[in-house]
């Protein structure tokens, strides 16, 4: 989503700026076009010529240097910007930002930018404590057009581990593209089921299914970027998305729920389902689990050749919620499979109730579990349908996002 995007990327002087090369570098990979401008300090830690050299345009650091493209570099970079970054922001860079005090190529850069703007502030835990810290994060954060993310917990550079770290560049990236989505789901309240159940044979052996949950994922993350109030119910996963606690704003529209076993995962969505505008079920969810769970590991007998287990069915969720569904509500439903693709898809539409169902099958190259791709068809219940061709997952959710009607 940032091809083609314009990022003017600010620098103070942080030992943090080492980590800023990097960032550029990623910017660049994903499309954008990037120019930098720093404070003198910033080029303690970084050199320009590293800096121009990854960005691929001068260096803005000196609003007096003959070299500046426009006499006024200050206000071009702006109105050439999509988006500002400024990381590291130091305790001193924050509260000139904060109070209007432009007196470097940084802070006058700031100071004509009426564009989303991301901060990332970077300085030791007793710095990052102090009250006037403080109170220039609280009125930076307050203004609609910044995007202010916290500050880590870990190793300092002073040698001490407290709360004063640069978030890594993963989540500024993931601040940057939040930042340049348009808010359309704002006020909505959307809830998700992803990744897989686990249903317990005895304490050591489960059934479980393949599900990576990158796809909820990649959903969770794309109706937060749009101003939805994400509430995600997640089965064991090995990894989640980028968390809106990263930043310092109300982080009550994310509400992330881990469950285990399908009777979980349905107690919870049954709970949460009657706040939500709009529900994407894409959990892989077991259809069995065992009648009985062993106390204890079962063990092999001598000779023994087989073993049975009785299974019974579990909640079916859709079904459930799509019986429950009141006027206005938007339900989505997935359906992976491998034979009879669309007649099996079309049939969970109709019998379970749904607005939206989005087929996938393991047939497809490059679709499917654990894969960072995926290829879909969106079915709509009033007999619409949607090819979306093999993408990144994160664009399949931005695909299937754009194709409800919320």
């Given at each position: ?28 990979k ?42 006024t ?11 500002m ?11 000139k ?33 102090n009250?006037?810290?403080r109170?220039?994060v ?54 998700i ?32 970027r ?95 919620l ?11 439903g ?53 090819d ?19």
């Open positions: 989503m940032l091809q083609g995007k314009h990022i003017v990327v600010g620098i103070s002087g942080g030992i943090a700026a080492y980590k800023i090369p990097d960032l550029i570098r990623r910017l660049r994903e499309g954008a076009e990037v120019k930098v401008t720093t404070t003198k300090n910033a080029l303690e830690f970084v050199t320009e010529l590293t800096l121009q050299t990854l960005s691929g345009n001068k260096v803005y650091s000196d609003v007096f240097a003959a070299i500046n493209e426009h006499s570099e200050h206000i071009s970079l702006p109105d050439w910007a999509d988006l970054v400024v990381a590291p922001a130091t305790a001193n860079v924050l509260g930002m904060a109070h209007g005090i432009a007196d470097d190529a940084l802070t006058t850069t700031f100071c004509a930018m009426r564009k989303p703007v991301v901060i990332a502030p970077a300085m030791n835990d007793k710095m990052y404590a009250e006037s810290v109170d220039a609280g009125t930076l954060s307050s203004r609609k057009h910044i995007t202010m993310l916290d500050c880590a917990v870990g190793e300092l550079a002073c040698g001490t581990t407290g709360k004063g770290r640069m978030q890594e560049t993963d989540a500024i990236l993931e601040a940057i593209r939040f930042a340049l989505t348009p808010k359309d789901l704002d006020g909505k309240n959307v809830l089921t992803a990744g897989p159940t686990q249903e317990h044979l005895d304490p050591v052996r489960y059934i479980t299914n393949h599900s990576s949950g990158k796809m909820g994922n990649a959903l969770a993350l794309e109706c937060w749009r101003g939805a109030n994400v509430m995600y119910i997640c089965g064991p996963v090995p990894t989640l998305p980028v968390v809106p606690e990263l930043y310092q704003s109300d982080t009550a529209r994310y509400v992330l729920t881990r469950v285990t076993s399908a009777q979980e995962m349905a107690d919870a969505a049954f709970a949460a389902a009657d706040k939500a505008h709009l529900i994407i079920l894409c959990a892989a969810v077991a259809d069995f689990t065992p009648q009985h769970v062993a106390d204890e590991k079962i063990k092999k007998v001598a000779g023994q050749t087989t073993q049975t287990v009785e299974l019974t069915l579990t909640p079916d969720i859709a079904a459930t799509g019986q429950r569904k009141r006027d206005g509500q938007i339900l989505v997935f359906a992976l499979e491998t034979t009879d693709e669309q007649t099996n898809a079309q049939h969970k539409l109709e019998s379970k109730n749904l607005d939206y169902i989005v087929l996938n099958s393991l047939r497809d190259a490059g679709a499917g579990f654990g894969t960072d791709t995926n290829k879909v068809t969106i079915y709509a219940a009033n007999g619409t349908k949607k979306v061709p093999l993408l990144s997952k994160e664009n399949v959710a931005r695909e299937i996002v754009n194709s409800l009607t919320v």
